[in-house]
């Protein structure tokens, strides 16, 4: 007897929405991708890059200023040795870790929504990191004498303290930003064979020639790409958890009040994949505006899923935040209370720096929870704004963590009130135009949605989707 195949209609209440709308081909989304690296510089762009280039040259004349003067140009002071560049550091490498967690643990988990965001938000990882080296590297203050912190022989004992968490920093950064430009550009390889294939000009041809690697699209070529890119997924997971844990170990492991927790690492994490999905939205959200034809390939369950996990990250770290209050109350130490209930939460009123803490926990803890309502995540201006809110709260807790730490410590006869300079102001706005004119670069000469993977997850591709086989 021959076995029959039925084919079940799922019902319409469970069917999932599709990832690309409106049923658009394989041709469609190779064409309206291409296009925007094809078509001639728009306006917009030269405008926004017109915008962003001097500021990020403003940002680095403050770097060349700062290392011919010396570190005395900024605010910091006898307590206060850390400040704003630390954190600054610290919040651009939170902003990129989104890039590296949708790419690779999205990718081995097999989410299927990742493929419209992945490539945006690995180029945001790179830049991201770029503007974060800039910090720790001008704050050694003799930036000639940085190479130090690298990984060279140590037969002269030249390391300043092998143990430091500083210098695990210096391993654990490199190695991420090494591996994220591998993976990005792995990724990259078969967009750029047909970015080079539909290049009109010799000069186009022979560049995006040159990046594909001889890339033919055969089964052979596929099969090592697949590999390859799992490879350096499995490689970059770790990474993911064990970057910003080690950023976290630069204040656990010293003994001071408010830094000396276990909680910091699983906290740091959670708030670096917090802080850089409020990113990948802060990009992506204006690029589906200014580019239409995107908006049936970054839809409305992207943002939706991507705003569930910045709720998520957002509740485990209001959890953290409250945890720190209930150890520092449990604990019955003295300076640990005082570091949380006077210095930073202000209970008593003699907080210097309470606005900061109280605008952390509103931007960071408060304004997420409006996306347990599906009407706030559909509605894109929403989503924008709050993710502003989780950008600004993001610093305001690094600033929290670092100053009011440092400021208030043991002995109030070393008690210093820090306030940035100019230099350092300016600097950090500084890093703004250069990530923003970096990643202006890449939506205009690189695929900013990955052409190979989203034709995967087509309506043509998958022709069963939203039904049920049995």
């Not at 500083?166 to 591998?182: C, G, N, P, R």
């Not at 943002?303 to 709720?311: E, G, P, W």
Request: glycine share 6%; net charge positive.
């Amino acid at each position: 007897m021959a076995k029959s195949s039925v084919t079940l209609e799922t019902p319409a209440e469970l069917r999932r929405e599709p990832l690309v709308t409106n049923n658009r081909s394989l041709a469609w989304i190779t064409e309206k991708v291409s296009t925007i690296v094809e078509s001639p510089t728009p306006k917009w762009w030269l405008i926004s890059l017109c915008i962003t280039s001097p500021i990020a040259l403003m940002g680095l004349c403050c770097i060349v200023y700062q290392i011919s003067n010396g570190v005395g140009v900024w605010g910091e002071n006898h307590p206060n040795g850390w400040a704003w560049d630390i954190t600054n550091f610290v919040f651009w490498i939170g902003i990129g870790h989104a890039g590296t967690l949708i790419s690779a643990i999205l990718f081995l988990t097999r989410q299927k929504w990742r493929t419209s965001i992945n490539r945006a938000a690995e180029a945001m990882t790179l830049f991201a990191v770029m503007c974060a080296g800039i910090f720790p590297a001008i704050h050694v203050g003799r930036f000639w004498n940085a190479y130090f912190l690298a990984p060279i022989p140590n037969a002269n004992g030249i390391w300043p303290n092998f143990r430091s968490p500083l210098l695990w920093d210096v391993f654990a950064v490199s190695t991420y930003f090494s591996v994220s430009v591998l993976f990005w550009f792995v990724g990259l390889i078969p967009d750029l064979a047909t970015l080079r294939d539909r290049a009109k000009s010799r000069f186009a041809k022979f560049i995006y020639g040159v990046f594909a690697l001889g890339w033919r699209g055969s089964n052979r070529h596929w099969r090592h790409y697949e590999m390859a890119y799992l490879l350096l997924a499995g490689l970059s997971t770790p990474l993911v958890l064990s970057v910003h844990s080690i950023v976290s170990f630069d204040f656990a492991t010293s003994i001071l009040p408010g830094w000396h927790t276990t909680i910091f690492p699983p906290y740091f994490v959670a708030g670096a994949i917090f802080g850089g999905f409020a990113m990948v939205l802060t990009i992506m959200l204006p690029a589906a505006r200014i580019f239409p034809q995107l908006n049936d390939l970054i839809t409305r369950q992207h943002v939706d899923k991507m705003a569930k996990i910045i709720l998520l990250t957002g509740s485990i770290v209001g959890y953290a935040y409250l945890m720190e209050l209930f150890v520092a109350w449990y604990s019955g130490n003295k300076f640990e209370g005082f570091t949380f209930f006077t210095a930073r939460a202000a209970a008593d009123g003699k907080g210097w720096y309470q606005w900061a803490y109280w605008a952390m926990m509103f931007c960071n803890v408060i304004s997420p929870q409006i996306f347990w309502f599906k009407a706030m995540r559909n509605n894109y201006i929403v989503v924008f704004v709050i993710c502003q809110f989780v950008n600004i709260g993001m610093w305001f807790e690094r600033f929290v963590i670092i100053v009011t730490s440092l400021a208030q410590d043991y002995l109030p006869s070393s008690w210093g009130h820090y306030s940035p300079s100019t230099t350092e102001i300016l600097t950090f706005i500084g890093t703004f135009g250069i990530f923003l004119s970096l990643f202006l670069l890449f939506m205009r000469f690189l695929p900013m949605i990955a052409i190979s993977e989203v034709k995967l997850v087509t309506p043509e591709a998958d022709p069963h989707h939203g039904h049920s086989k049995h």
